[in-house]
């Protein structure tokens, strides 16, 4: 799966999660998840919605605030995911 396309997915689904349509096409890769929005609870269901796009399992020990603290570092770690997978 291309970088881009993952980055794209985590920005629907951010901004579906935050009620916040245009965060689809101005989130910030480097940008914190909490300063848009993303709470404890916003936060478990982006991790659902990624492990059911991509049929993936996070590990306990991966469910750590810094793998899923930025856009980038979300798609860095699924994408690391992802390439294990294949």
């Excluded at 349509?21 to 709470?39: C, F, K, R, S």
């Excluded at 049929?55 to 750590?64: N, V």
């Amino acid at each position: 799966m291309k970088r881009d396309a993952v980055i794209q997915f985590i920005r629907a689904c951010v901004a579906h999660l935050t009620g916040r349509p245009e965060l689809e096409h101005v989130l910030d890769e480097q940008g914190q998840l909490q300063e848009y929005g993303i709470d404890s609870v916003a936060l478990i269901n982006l991790v659902v919605m990624i492990e059911q796009k991509f049929a993936i399992f996070y590990e306990d020990e991966e469910l750590i605030e810094e793998n899923f603290s930025s856009l980038h570092i979300v798609a860095e770690r699924l994408l690391e995911k992802l390439g294990a997978k294949i």
